[in-house]
C-alpha cells in the first residue's frame, strides 16, 4: 500500500479554535479525517502526526524514510520561517514533499513571508484555507505513487 505524510507543525492542534478569520473553523482532527478518508478510498495509507516540537518533526521526518513514505504533506506552521532544521531533514530523507500553508503567507506580515522550506519543495500551496490540504494529497497521488 502506498504511504503518504501529512505533517502538522506549531500550533495547528488549534485549528477551529485559533484566529477563526484566519483559519477557519474547522478543526486539524476535521482535515486528517477527510484526507484519511480521501487516502483511504485510493487504497492509500495517510500517515497524520502534529507537533509543537520542532525536534518532534524533524525524527518524523527522518522515520518516513523507513516507512517507505512516497511523499511528505507539511505545513509547517510558524517554524516555516525559521526552521534550518526541518529543511535539513526533508533534503536529507530525499521524499519529495508539498508545503502547505492555510493563509496567505505572502499577504500576511513581512516576516511570514519567508519560507526556509519553499525552494526545494515540490510545490507550494498557500492561501487556499484547508482546501490546499485535499489539493496537496491528491497532487501527490498523481506524481509520487
Same mark, same amino acid.
Given at each position: 500500500?502506498?504511504?503518504?505524510?501529512?505533517?502538522?507543525?506549531?500550533?495547528?492542534?488549534?485549528? %477551529?479554535?485559533?484566529?477563526?478569520?484566519?483559519?477557519?473553523? @474547522?478543526?486539524?482532527?476535521?482535515?486528517? $479525517? +477527510?484526507?484519511?478518508?480521501?487516502?483511504?478510498?485510493?487504497?492509500?495509507?495517510?500517515?497524520?502526526?502534529?507537533? +509543537?516540537?520542532?525536534? @518532534?518533526?524533524?525524527?518524523?521526518?527522518?522515520?518516513?524514510? =523507513?516507512?517507505?513514505?512516497?511523499?511528505?504533506?507539511?505545513?509547517?506552521?510558524?517554524?516555516?520561517?525559521?526552521?534550518?532544521?526541518?529543511?535539513?531533514?526533508?533534503?536529507?530523507? +530525499?521524499?519529495?514533499?508539498? @508545503?502547505?500553508?492555510?493563509?496567505?503567507?505572502?499577504?500576511?506580515? =513581512?516576516?511570514?513571508?519567508?519560507?526556509?522550506?519553499? =525552494?526545494?519543495?515540490?510545490?507550494?500551496?498557500?492561501?487556499?484555507?484547508?482546501? %490546499?490540504?485535499?489539493?496537496?494529497? +491528491?497532487?501527490? !497521488? $498523481? $506524481? !509520487?505513487?
Amino acid at each position: 500500500m502506498t504511504k503518504y505524510m501529512l505533517l502538522n507543525g506549531p500550533n495547528l492542534n488549534l485549528l %477551529g479554535t485559533r484566529e477563526p478569520e484566519i483559519y477557519g473553523s @474547522e478543526t486539524l482532527a476535521d482535515i486528517e $479525517k +477527510n484526507l484519511s478518508t480521501i487516502a483511504s478510498k485510493a487504497n492509500c495509507e495517510l500517515i497524520c502526526h502534529q507537533s +509543537n516540537a520542532e525536534h @518532534e518533526l524533524v525524527e518524523l521526518i527522518h522515520a518516513a524514510r =523507513d516507512k517507505e513514505v512516497k511523499c511528505i504533506i507539511i505545513n509547517p506552521g510558524a517554524l516555516t520561517h525559521s526552521s534550518i532544521a526541518l529543511r535539513d531533514a526533508l533534503s536529507g530523507v +530525499n521524499i519529495p514533499f508539498i @508545503e502547505i500553508h492555510i493563509s496567505n503567507i505572502y499577504a500576511r506580515e =513581512d516576516f511570514r513571508q519567508m519560507s526556509y522550506l519553499s =525552494d526545494i519543495a515540490q510545490g507550494v500551496i498557500s492561501g487556499l484555507g484547508i482546501e %490546499g490540504y485535499e489539493l496537496a494529497l +491528491n497532487t501527490a !497521488f $498523481k $506524481k !509520487f505513487n
